[in-house]
């Protein structure tokens, strides 16, 4: 199947926009607590993209909106928060890592052919197999592996991939009926509020700083505002599969600023990571051309 170009740019520009994430959150001042980061650029990007919704007179009626896919995105999108971070705590950040990112295009693929039909190609299963391997060698070069296997960190890290395929799932039901921002709009002020009741009692006075303050917004506007829509966008002309996997474009740019900007050394290993990856995600992002693997 081809894709529109913008629509692929879309996805990559998505990714890498989430990329920046973990580089932002080094300037966070010491003690933040990283649910509460995740929450609040869920609800800081969910408000700006419902005020936009609301000017532009995007939402519709309630009726408009299917209520299986909506809470279904909503949910997806808030438990992805809970499952992958305490995977990472659990497992280690390897293994969640590699785990939770590496299986979501996995389960988009199975899921989107028993709910959609559409049974990827050839270059899809070369392009996700480049890039997982790309992402689980990046990972590796980075973090020691956790010694002692945690089985329950491994089934949160899996359910972490199956919550973002599920987000993707939904997300590509409800932008057939609803415009790209007010998709994301919904999804994520709803996802946000699921948030509350788990986050009650946590540390927010860091944030109110210059450089919480900061961090949050960006992470609120360029971190999951902007990206969402992006993403929502590209998934309206973007098959599940090819979506998810493109979205590997985030460790990529993760890895990349960490040399450019945090200082941080990639070994050979992590290198030959950054080339899989790329090559995986070249491609999916060149579909329109002739190929023996479309």
């Not at 649910?35 to 939402?59: N, P, Y």
């Not at 197999?129 to 010694?147: D, P, V, W, Y």
């Not at 900007?261 to 995600?281: D, I, K, M, P, Q």
Request: proline share 5%; charged share 5%.
């Amino acid at each position: 199947m081809h894709q529109e170009p913008i629509g692929i740019l879309s996805l990559l520009g998505a990714a890498m926009l989430w990329g920046t994430c973990g580089t932002a959150q080094t300037f966070a001042p010491p003690g933040f607590d990283p649910m509460v980061v995740g929450m609040m650029r869920i609800a800081i990007g969910g408000t700006a993209l419902m005020v936009f919704a609301v000017l532009r007179q995007e939402l519709g009626s309630l009726s408009d909106w299917p209520i299986k896919w909506t809470l279904l995105g909503a949910g997806s999108v808030a438990a992805f928060q809970l499952f992958f971070f305490e995977a990472v705590h659990q497992a280690g950040v390897a293994v969640g890592t590699i785990v939770g990112l590496g299986s979501a295009p996995v389960i988009a693929g199975v899921l989107s052919l028993l709910v959609f039909g559409e049974r990827p190609g050839r270059r899809w299963w070369i392009a996700t197999f480049l890039a997982i391997n790309g992402c689980s060698l990046l990972t590796l070069a980075g973090q020691r592996m956790n010694a002692s296997f945690s089985p329950v960190g491994l089934l949160l890290a899996i359910a972490a991939g199956a919550s973002y395929a599920l987000y993707a799932l939904s997300v590509k039901q409800l932008v057939a009926r609803q415009s790209s921002l007010a998709v994301m709009a919904v999804l994520g002020c709803l996802g946000a509020l699921m948030l509350v009741p788990i986050l009650v009692g946590g540390d927010f006075s860091w944030i109110f700083g210059v450089r919480g303050g900061g961090v949050v917004i960006y992470l609120g506007f360029f971190g999951y505002a902007l990206p969402m829509f992006l993403f929502a966008y590209g998934l309206s002309v973007t098959p599940v599969p090819t979506a998810v996997t493109l979205t590997l474009a985030e460790p990529l740019t993760a890895g990349l600023l960490g040399v450019l900007v945090v200082g941080e050394y990639l070994t050979g290993t992590a290198w030959c990571g950054l080339f899989l990856l790329l090559c995986g995600l070249y491609l999916l992002a060149f579909p329109w051309r002739k190929s023996k693997y479309s």
